[in-house]
């Protein structure tokens, strides 16, 4: 639980973010069938699937309707690539960004001047959420370019009024600096950038006295993480949650103050949690994949996108926050980053919870996946100080998670960093 009192908590749309369940669940009501409706009738894509399974916009009556719809993916979206699921004149489009798959196509998502507006909206509601006030400073230093982090942290700060050092990712002491130069409050990105700026803060025996709180996501962040990053930075740490498909950084949501899981804008998204194997819905509690239709995007709106990561309603309960939106665990994993080894599943979060639970364990790691004749086997690339034992690892792991992970341990500074989102798992194929 954060330490905040009643008084430090804001908000950027009270009333929408503490609106009674029964009046969210109307808003989503009105709203899914607007937006089926609307899908419908703008683009010839959403109308052949409806008209394939014989579905019509007006079959949808109560929110549990939404289920008769059929799913997307990063499949459908990839083949359809670019414009398949445009559903404005093509003169609407204001901006796109998109994520780079391993392979093939990527997905693109594509923002009219309303959709900006919403993904604005909604990170400003992230911005007032942890605690940040017009006028604070704010460095953005995730990439501005394809990515949609840099840009997503933007359009937000304009709305809420803040002061932006749009400073882009990298030369991480000049960062430091203007930091302290400029009095930088605020300080957003990537995972592991937050922490190449705590590493470098350290090597350098520096400090950022006026920095408060750290806005981070896009990357496994075990809670683990959070608390290096909050004590090796001093500073309160947010998880952000988004993703190209529902129209960004922050569009799904963030924790708040008292950091009890994750609350989802549901007035602009509906979520749904299903087994990631059948696709039916799980109960509240239970774990699965994480379902969303955006609710009030126009150029590009996905119906039942399944995002492939894994998590579970953990309370509709109004928040002590006061904001009742509800609160989705933190992010399990990828579907596709479960590994399997000699027939255990795990999550490369639970090995960076376990790992960063180790004093004299250092932030950087590489879970190395080496596949021969069918058979993978992993072991652990682990940067540590000097007086740990690979074998103590080893064991805490065997421990916690029921696998062996063979462990190699690296001085601070040995593993390789590379720029943009760090690389969690290495695969190496032998034949
Ligand atoms: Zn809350």
Redesign the pocket.
Known sequence: MGNHLKSDIIYWEKELETLPREKIEQIQLKRLKDIVRYVYNSNPLYKKELDLRGIKPEDIRKLDDVRILPFMDKKTLRDNYPFGYLCVDKKKIREIHMSSGFTGKPVMMVYSDEDIDQWATCMARCYRMAGIKEGAVIQITPSFGLFNGGFGFYHGARKAGLFVIPTGPGNTLRQIKLANDLKTEVITGVVSYGIRIMEVMKENNLTIPSLKVGLFGAEVFSQEMKKRLRSGLGIEVFDIYGMTETGGVGTTGMD?P?HEGI?VWEDHYLVEVVNPQTGEPVSDGEEGELVFTSLTRKAFPVIRFRSGDLSRIKSREK???G?THLRIDYIKGRIDDMLIVKGVNFFPSQVEEVLMSIPGVREHYQIVVEEQNGIKKATLNVEAEEGLDASYIEKKIEEALGITLKSRLFKPGQLERKPGKAERVVYLKKD
């Open positions: 708040c008292f609350h928040c002590e926050c904001r």
